[in-house]
């Protein structure tokens, strides 16, 4: 399995409150991607990045910034959480060479 | 990407071969053919890819048509490990995930 790991698990926080969400790999690869699952969407890209301080958006990124300091850290804040980013989140990662993505375990959010 | 179409569900019975299609009509030269399939919560998991060529591995196969229009992913003996959501997608770098389609193998 590749090594992806994505903190915290499961977070709950109040509407207005800032969220930062971590994903590291281990696999030193290049491009990292922020998804959100929620029931009738399938899985929708939020951000993603194609190198340390490289980023930019995806289709979903109204509410959300990113970051990426270093190769195995991509970050994913909410400045001000609200009750519709209620979702499952899932971190992704790609080598350069490759097509395929390799997801995490997924963080679950709510916001109440 | 190419917009892919797939049934929202399917039945296998344990140990014969699972089918599962997939049509896109619109994919362009450059775009590969992606499965992966996601098993209850679980992160999503890659199972193969192709451009144009029938491929295999450890998983599965992938059939392209020639006209690469549509293809069909094949599990060969279909466990109860099998259950889960399986999304067909049609990109060339960037990978946008469908609905998919929900096999349920039964035993």
């Known amino acids: 399995d590749a090594g992806i790991t994505q903190s915290p698990r499961h977070k709950v926080t109040e509407t207005g409150t800032p969220v930062t969400l971590r994903c590291h790999q281990t696999?030193?690869?290049?491009?990292m991607y922020w998804y959100r699952q929620d029931p009738g969407h399938g899985l929708r890209l939020i951000h993603y990045?194609?190198?340390?301080?490289?980023?930019d958006k995806g289709e979903v990124s109204d509410g959300y910034s990113v970051s990426r300091s270093k190769t195995e850290d991509f970050l994913l804040t909410l400045e001000s959480a609200t009750s519709s980013q209620t979702s499952v989140y899932f971190c992704a990662i790609r080598g350069g060479d490759s097509y395929e993505q390799y997801f995490g375990p997924g963080t679950r959010l709510t916001v109440t | 990407d190419a917009k892919t179409t797939q049934p929202t569900s399917m039945d296998c019975a344990e140990g014969r071969a699972a089918n599962l299609p997939c049509n896109h009509s619109?994919?362009?030269?450059?775009?590969?053919v992606y499965w992966y399939r996601q098993i209850h919560s679980q992160g999503p998991q890659y199972i193969i890819h192709?451009?144009?060529n029938n491929e295999t591995n450890e998983m599965a196969s992938l059939i392209i048509t020639e006209d690469r229009k549509s293809s069909t992913l094949i599990l060969p003996h279909a466990t109860l490990r099998d259950t889960a959501v399986y999304y067909c997608?049609?990109?060339?770098?960037?990978?946008?995930f469908g609905t998919g389609t929900k096999l349920q193998v039964i035993p």
């Open positions: 997608i049609a990109s060339y770098q960037k990978v946008t």
């Open positions: 192709g451009l144009k």
């Open positions: 990045s194609y190198g340390v301080k490289d980023t």
């Open positions: 619109t994919i362009s030269g450059n775009e590969y």
């Open positions: 696999e030193n690869h290049r491009y």
